[in-house]
């Protein structure tokens, strides 16, 4: 496929190619896409391994610093918070700025913030450091997308993200095990001071490889308007998400949050219209391939993250394993997606993304039903199985979305597009973790008293039975009070568990009939336009 020099990238810095012409390729190391792409691989890392190391350290940190729940529940909403509300702001700054700097400034800032972390000392000062880490992260993840389209021609691009996803899945599934590690024979403060040899180590590689290239009509204004209206919005949908499950959907706080949200939404989308240089260009979403890959990859996000929540506690609170051997036993899954990603990002290459993408929704749809069908008992092998499934099914669509998103955006808005897929993908997980979540609940209290009652076990005073409640919506049955017969406690904890599979299995089943709509978008996806980059000798 031909690139059209006309609007492809330059090298900003160097005079040779100011003049607005096409890009030349790149001599020696300096911009060779390969280069490139092992470059950004390590700052993603960083990013993907600490989204799920930190969840490990939790408890730790809550021992140490003498922190209550509501104060660890912030240590995680702080970070996605930020993260979700800076990530399209954060890609039009590498639009304007430049990806290769915006990069480099997010690989410190996130690396800088893992630091200060270790050694706050206040589980105040954490929370405040997660938030940097957060907006760093922003700043980070859609500028490694926009050097990526800008150094790869079309016919590589794909290729080129399914490493990426590659990289993705093996950072978060090293996440678990590796915290799990560092907690139990370092520290806490180790989970954080690990990004530090890695963020120096991108830093170093980012100044030595990575070449700036802009579009030749990048923006050259701030939106700020827009800007604020985004901001505004993302977070009250967000702030209402993360709060939902405690304030219920139908309370008037979550309901003001998310009028505001929908108001601020409409604002935007108003502004946007008329803005010389808008934030967001609406004329983005006339790409109808653009457009089905946003919905498909919060529709992916809402099934896997909000389904996948449940199953750590799963393994640990029903089946008893420790952390490490839980991220074990989730290693078919992490697995899959390694392997998976850069064949998938091939097989698009080559097909196109509409039939690997639906096939990979109704691949992660089976395995959603398939785990909606555990049972206390499951062994390894069929746990492993549908595992399996469901990392085979992702793969396709965290490449093929992805490349979707970015390859049918103007180069002028990579970075934009880029921050548009993660947020896509942060919505899509928090909404999903908390419907799901709510739905589970539901089901837990219904299914709870009636097993309760089944059981022929005695009646519980309403406080002992909300607390109870509360416990089984993680599985966790707590222990019987001295006295108790052996084979009553049993019987509580064979309540608790099946009330807590119930509820997990009715939120596989929802995740699942999400992931058929998602295989019903996918087939209005297709492969970008064309304008992917720098035609170079790769």
């Not at 505001?260 to 989308?269: C, I, K, R």
Request: hydrophobic share 55%.
């Amino acid at each position: 496929m031909t690139t059209q020099t006309s609007t492809v990238a330059h090298d900003a810095p160097d005079p040779a190619n100011s003049g607005g012409g096409g890009a030349e390729s790149p001599s020696g190391l300096r911009g060779h896409p390969w280069l490139t792409l092992v470059t950004v691989a390590f700052g993603v890392a960083m990013v993907a391994l600490d989204g799920t190391i930190v969840a490990i350290a939790n408890p730790a940190i809550q021992k140490d610093l003498g922190a209550s729940l509501a104060d660890v529940q912030w240590i995680t909403n702080g970070y996605l918070l930020a993260l979700a509300v800076s990530l399209i702001t954060a890609g039009k700054l590498g639009d304007r700025f430049g990806h290769r700097q915006t990069f480099l400034v997010g690989v410190v800032g996130f690396a800088a913030a893992s630091a200060a972390i270790g050694v706050a000392g206040s589980v105040s000062l954490v929370i405040a450091f997660r938030v940097l880490q957060g907006m760093c992260g922003a700043l980070l993840m859609p500028a490694a997308l926009g050097l990526l389209r800008a150094s790869f021609p079309a016919e590589r691009l794909n290729a080129a993200i399914g490493i990426w996803g590659a990289v993705i899945g093996a950072s978060t599934a090293a996440g678990p095990i590796v915290g799990g590690l560092l907690v139990e024979h370092v520290s806490w403060e180790s989970v954080f001071f690990i990004n530090v040899p890695v963020g120096a180590l991108a830093l170093v590689m980012g100044l030595v490889l990575l070449l700036d290239r802009r579009a030749e009509n990048a923006p050259r204004s701030f939106d700020v308007l827009g800007i604020v209206l985004l901001s505004v919005a993302m977070f009250c949908l967000v702030w209402a998400i993360i709060k939902a499950p405690d304030w219920h959907w139908g309370d008037p706080k979550t309901l003001t949050f998310l009028a505001v949200s929908v108001l601020a939404f409409a604002g935007f989308g108003i502004w946007e219209g008329k803005a010389k240089e808008p934030l967001l260009p609406l004329s983005m979403f006339r790409s109808v391939p653009l457009t089905a890959g946003t919905v498909l990859m919060v529709l992916m996000a809402f099934g896997f993250m909000g389904g996948i929540f449940f199953v750590t506690f799963y393994l640990q609170n029903v089946n008893g394993l420790s952390p490490v051997d839980s991220g074990l036993r989730l290693l078919p899954l992490t697995a899959m997606m390694i392997v998976a990603s850069p064949l998938a990002g091939t097989v698009i290459t080559k097909v196109g993304p509409r039939i690997p993408l639906v096939t990979a929704m109704v691949l992660a749809a089976v395995a959603m039903f398939g785990l909606s069908t555990l049972d206390a008992d499951s062994g390894m092998g069929i746990t492993s199985l549908w595992f399996g499934v469901l990392g085979l099914g992702l793969a396709p669509v965290m490449v093929g979305a992805t490349e979707v998103i970015v390859g049918n955006a103007p180069l002028e808005h990579a970075g934009v597009a880029g921050g548009l897929q993660q947020a896509a993908m942060q919505v899509g997980g928090s909404l999903g973790t908390a419907v799901l979540g709510a739905v589970m609940a539901s089901r837990v209290g219904s299914e709870l008293p009636a097993k309760w009652a089944e059981a022929k076990l005695p009646p519980l005073p309403a406080k002992k039975e909300a607390a109870l409640r509360e416990a089984a919506e993680v599985g966790v049955a707590p222990p019987a009070p001295k006295g108790t017969p052996a084979q009553m406690a049993e019987s509580i904890k064979h309540v608790v568990h099946d009330s807590f599979i119930s509820g997990m299995g009715l939120a596989f089943v929802c995740a699942g009939i999400v992931a058929v709509l998602a295989a019903g978008v996918a087939v209005f996806t297709s492969r970008g336009s064309g304008d992917a980059g720098p035609s170079v000798h790769i």
